[in-house]
């Protein structure tokens, strides 16, 4: 067995399979870094590593559950718009119904992880039955 040579391709597509939802308990844990480190005032570096690694396998899950066809440039760039429109929505949703505060955008990232992990195992399950 040879090694494959690393590749945004191979992440991507490990990400994508997200098998025994190692993934998405990871996108769970990221949104528990983020709470700890507005509660706690930890450190800047930890809050923005957390951050964009939440944002990468958001991504990562919407654009192969939309864009699965695309060239991996434009599903990444099309699923962090539709991860963007997502957060907003939601937190639009929350502001409106009450006020946006640590413990609520906690649910919020909660929420759209959710929704992320879900639409990717939805659209990874659709794509099989049709072939």
């Known amino acids: 067995m040879g090694r494959q040579a690393f590749s945004f391709e191979n992440l991507?597509?490990?990400?994508?399979?997200?098998?025994?939802?190692?993934?998405?308990?990871?996108?769970f844990v990221a949104?528990?870094?983020?709470?700890?480190?507005?509660?706690?005032?930890?450190?800047?570096?930890?809050?923005?590593?957390?951050?964009?690694?939440?944002?990468?396998?958001?991504?990562?899950?919407l654009g192969r559950a939309f864009f699965e066809d695309e060239v991996v440039l434009v599903r990444f760039l099309l699923g962090g718009l539709v991860l963007l429109v997502f957060l907003g929505l939601v937190g639009w949703v929350v502001m409106i119904v009450y006020s946006l505060?640590?413990?609520?955008s906690v649910l919020v990232l909660?929420?759209?992880?959710?929704?992320?992990?879900?639409?990717?195992?939805?659209?990874?399950?659709?794509?099989?039955?049709v072939a």
């Open 31 to 61: 949104v528990l870094v983020v709470f700890l480190n507005q509660v706690l005032n930890l450190s800047v570096v930890v809050g923005a590593v957390a951050s964009v690694f939440y944002f990468l396998v958001g991504v990562v899950f």
């Open 101 to 104: 505060d640590v413990w609520l």
């Open 12 to 27: 991507e597509r490990v990400i994508a399979e997200d098998r025994h939802f190692v993934f998405t308990l990871a996108l």
């Open 110 to 129: 909660c929420a759209v992880a959710a929704c992320c992990s879900l639409l990717n195992r939805v659209g990874r399950s659709g794509k099989r039955g």
